[in-house]
């Protein structure tokens, strides 16, 4: 029986312009659930395995300063990040039936998934899209008590989640207790997995999802793809390799941009990002630094096959 999958995704403010073709790729990842906590506009015509739980903002922050303990207290929704890995204690209540649970950005399209998550990836305690560190763009994690609870293993996980900044925590300090071992000799490690059951059974494995970063692309050179196609589900780039997803950050912000590309993000230059034509996205479309743009005539065949 497949493993059934459910991502938390708190939100809350405005719906990013590409929110649409964020929601179309969901919906071709019909055995996957998405699950909002938000206080925007329940889109139209959402998918159905996409649901939208409407709240405030501070309504959020008391459940999850209630339910971790804590003083969970902020102007920032971006700060929501601190509380990543407690997801399982804050949406418990969502949580029955799913084999894994997780979380994502927003700022991505994903192709599908389930050619990623197979049945022999989700056999791990948790699933990471980088090699060295928790991919707070998208992560997994088993759904049951030792996984659910795990983040209280984080020395001072309540000050750092209680932060009205992001304190790092979701990738950084959540990454140390998985992964605070890779470093030393490979006797060591399998000595250290052996008594830490925190240490042993992840799947961490570079999936090349985010643009222009400190992970250079699969031919070992920082020439990232500038071209790709979706289309019913696969995402695909110009080389014709099929893509987990797209992680598309440092095409809209300049926030994490490396210096090496520029001081700019291409998307910063556009008056909008989407080709008015682009109506029925079950036709697909393209993503590159010129925004979503309509497939060519050819693109659909290739990407479909």
Not at 108 to 114: D, H, S
Not at 220 to 246: A, C, D, F, N
Request: charged share 20%; with cysteine.
């Amino acid at each position: 029986m497949q493993k059934k999958i459910i991502l938390l995704m708190p939100y809350f403010g405005q719906w990013p312009e590409w929110f649409r073709f964020y929601l179309e790729s969901c919906r071709w990842n019909p055995t996957i659930d998405w699950l909002f906590f938000t206080d925007c506009p329940i889109p139209e015509n959402a998918p159905t395995n996409v649901r939208f739980v409407r709240m405030s903002f501070q309504d959020y922050q008391q459940m999850a300063s209630d339910r971790l303990g804590i003083n969970f207290n902020t102007q920032s929704s971006y700060a929501i990040c601190n509380l990543r890995p407690a997801y399982g204690v804050i949406h418990q209540d969502y949580l029955e039936g799913y084999d894994y649970f997780g979380f994502s950005d927003i700022d991505v399209i994903y192709g599908n998934l389930r050619a990623f998550y197979t049945d022999e990836a989700l056999c791990h305690n948790t699933l990471s899209t980088h090699p060295d560190r928790v991919s707070g763009h998208l992560f997994l994690i088993k759904n049951n008590e030792q996984w659910i609870h795990a983040f209280r293993k984080i020395p001072g996980w309540q000050d750092l989640m209680s932060q009205p900044l992001i304190s790092g925590i979701d990738e950084a300090f959540f990454g140390k207790l998985l992964l605070g071992h890779r470093r030393l000799p490979s006797p060591v490690r399998r000595a250290w997995a052996v008594f830490d059951p925190y240490k042993r059974n992840h799947l961490f494995k570079e999936r090349f999802s985010t643009i222009l970063s400190d992970f250079p692309w699969m031919d070992g050179t920082y020439r990232y793809p500038t071209k790709w196609s979706w289309y019913q589900g696969k995402l695909t780039v110009e080389t014709g390799e099929e893509m987990m997803y797209l992680h598309f950050m440092n095409w809209k912000s300049s926030r994490y941009l490396q210096t090496q590309f520029g001081d700019q993000a291409a998307w910063e230059k556009l008056p909008r990002l989407a080709d008015p034509s682009l109506t029925d996205l079950s036709q697909g479309f393209c993503i590159s630094p010129e925004g979503f743009t309509p497939l060519s005539i050819a693109e659909p065949i290739k990407a479909s096959m």
